[in-house]
């Protein structure tokens, strides 16, 4: 298993070379990128900060369980911190296996459960403001913490 948190920018492609191997018939990536707007607003950038230590053993905590509970062969979760401009790869989980149902599933599952309970957090920084967004970005039913960043004389600008 590969799992990390960096600061650098995200490997993609050797990510997902590391994982295949010769007993695979499916890997499922997961590419969580920075989107240019959140409900109308323009995103200018994302800053990610983590409890560094805890955030890694949880990651590692939930891939070995996302192995046992689906029976897939290799996992790679890696998560960016620091600024991230939009495009940018903010999280990559790549799920091998010998068939594609269960690395849908533990991909789904991974990635979820990783917003809900593993201490990275978002701040999102728009031309108006800024959030901290808990797990999905704005779910209606989970709430916001907000946080205006931006003075109101420099929001007439």
């Not at 560094?52 to 046992?68: I, N, V, W, Y």
């Not at 990559?92 to 990275?120: M, N, Q, Y």
């Not at 901290?132 to 039913?141: K, V, Y």
């Amino acid at each position: 298993m590969r799992i990390e948190i960096t600061d650098e920018r995200i490997a993609t492609v050797e990510v997902l070379d590391g994982i295949k191997a010769g007993p695979d018939g499916a890997v499922c990536v997961f590419d969580g990128i920075v989107r240019n707007n959140t409900r109308g607003r323009q995103t200018l950038y994302l800053v990610y900060e983590a409890y560094r230590e805890m955030a890694l053993e949880q990651m590692r905590a939930l891939a070995e369980q996302a192995a046992a509970k689906f029976g897939v062969r290799d996992i790679a979760l890696v998560h960016r911190l620091g600024k991230l401009e939009v495009g940018d790869t903010s999280v990559l989980i790549a799920v091998a296996s010998a068939h594609r149902g269960v690395t849908f599933e533990a991909c789904r599952w991974l990635i979820d459960t990783l917003k809900k309970t593993v201490p990275i957090w978002k701040k999102e920084y728009f031309i108006d403001g800024a959030v901290w967004a808990d797990g999905e970005a704005f779910p209606e039913e989970l709430g916001l913490r907000l946080e205006e960043t931006v003075s109101p004389d420099e929001k007439k600008v």
